[in-house]
T-cell receptor, first 111, second 112 residues
Framework: DAGITQSPRYKITETGRQVTLMCHQT?????MFWYRQDLGHGLRLIYY???????DKGEVPDGYVVSRSKTENFPLTLESATRSQTSVYFC??????????FGQGTRLTVV | QKEVEQNSGPLSVPEGAIASLNCTYS??????FFWYRQYSGKSPELIMF????GDKEDGRFTAQLNKASQYVSLLIRDSQPSDSATYLC????????????FGAGTILRVKS
């Protein structure tokens, strides 16, 4: 399917476990982003990438790791999940123009 | 630290009325401004973007930008119950493919 897809859509994990959220886009957009959304905070940027093998920290990067070996994939890893990382995570892509396209989101609960 | 401020609401308007959503930003270097709509449990979708001072109209939506006052607004004319959603204001300095800084969003409720 064309577009940007995230997996899984829902995930429950335990404190201290490593978990990876996947993001895949079929447009070959250069730019990709990971945001988290929490009540009262809107969307906050975790990491972004301008191209394969080029990534940089956003506003709230602590506890997260990203990689981008291929243009179409931008996985986000929580190295040791904490309850404060319970959130809704959105991946987005942008070809360099005006509109960012968002995935469906992943609702992560850390117990 | 860049900041985008929005009144969280909820803003309640009757069906057919004009809804006015407001946003202020702190970074004078911001170049582009975006309004996204987000329905509950869904991902944000772009409504409009604006770069230049003044008004920009698209159907029932009008975005207004005043860079001197660091103020952005979105007007929704003839509001419909289907417009009930959270409206997110975002800004960008046009670097890195429009890396966006979002406000917390305003909840809009249109009552029929």
């Amino acid at each position: 399917d064309a577009g940007i897809t995230q997996s899984p859509r829902y995930k429950i994990t335990e404190t201290g476990r490593q978990v990876t959220l996947m993001c895949h886009q079929t447009w070959s957009h250069s730019y990709m982003f990971w945001y988290r959304q929490d009540l009262g905070h809107g969307l906050r940027l975790i990491y972004y990438s301008a191209a394969a093998d080029i990534t940089d920290k956003g506003e709230v990067p602590d506890g997260y790791v990203v990689s981008r070996s291929k243009t179409e994939n931008f996985p986000l890893t929580l190295e040791s999940a904490t309850r404060s990382q319970t959130s809704v995570y959105f991946c987005a892509s942008n070809p360099g123009g005006s509109e960012a396209f968002f995935g469906q989101g992943t609702r992560l609960t850390v117990v | 630290q860049k900041e985008v401020e929005q009144n969280s609401g909820p803003l309640s308007v009757p069906e057919g009325a004009i809804a006015s959503l407001n946003c202020t930003y702190s970074d004078r270097g911001s170049q582009s401004f975006f309004w996204y709509r987000q329905y509950s449990g869904k991902s944000p979708e772009l409504i409009m973007f604006i770069y230049s001072n003044g008004d920009k109209e698209d159907g029932r939506f009008t975005a207004q930008l005043n860079k001197a006052s660091q103020y952005v607004s979105l007007l929704i004319r003839d509001s419909q119950p289907s417009d009930s959603a959270t409206y997110l204001c975002a800004e960008s300095t046009q670097e890195y493919g429009n890396k966006l800084v979002f406000g917390a969003g305003t909840i809009l409720r249109v009552k029929s």
